[in-house]
């Protein structure tokens, strides 16, 4: 990589919610932290710029200290729309993107991610050793116009996106336990008693 300048970072945080009774995910206290606070935290040495996707309680993200932008639409369409609005909000090449629920992931496993991305291809996902983490990876902005096209069609299934532009599969799986994420309040619990 040339450089941070050339790399951005987002944090998706742009759901609803609906398994953890409404509650944003990314807003859980983990261990003092809110849990978009990690993730936040472990692309600041590797990006020039970093943004929280939100489409609600906006205010309580930008209390993190980072700008907050939303999708384009209201429909809550899945984690596409996010990376679309950080594809547009940036001017980098690299868009390094994660979800707002994965407080394990560290900067050198982004750093991975990276490596990964040469010129060819587009993106490089993360993958645990068994199955993908297409909301763990790195992006190349230049696919924005694409990503467009494909939500315009109606489609929302991000690694159908992902897999026409044939990424690079990061192997993870000496730290698959990374990819721990939070969906119920149960979930939260037992990373906590786990890690």
């Not at 990061?170 to 990819?179: A, H, K, L, N």
Request: hydrophobic share 45%; proline share 6%; glycine share 8%.
């Amino acid at each position: 990589m040339n450089g941070q300048n050339t790399v951005a970072g987002l944090v998706l945080a742009g759901g609803r919610a609906r398994r953890m009774d409404g509650r944003d995910k990314g807003l859980l206290p983990f261990r003092g932290l809110p849990l978009a606070a990690y993730g936040l935290a472990a692309l600041q040495p590797l990006v020039g710029a970093t943004w929280i996707s939100a489409n609600r309680n906006r205010d309580a993200y930008r209390q993190l200290g980072y700008p907050v932008i939303a999708d384009a639409n209201t429909d809550f369409d899945g984690p596409l729309a996010g990376i679309l609005a950080g594809m547009r909000a940036c001017d980098s090449e690299i868009l390094l993107i994660l979800p707002c629920d994965t407080p394990l992931i560290e900067t050198a496993d982004l750093q991975r991610l990276l490596a990964a991305l040469s010129d060819e291809p587009a993106i490089a996902a993360a993958h645990d050793g068994n199955r993908w983490h297409p909301t763990v990876a790195a992006l190349r902005t230049h696919l924005a116009a694409d990503l467009q096209a494909y939500l315009d069609r109606g489609e929302r299934k991000l690694q159908r996106w992902f897999a026409e532009h044939n990424p690079v599969l990061v192997d993870f799986s000496d730290r698959p336990g990374i990819f721990a994420n939070v969906n119920t309040a149960l979930d939260l619990a037992e990373l906590d008693r786990h890690t």
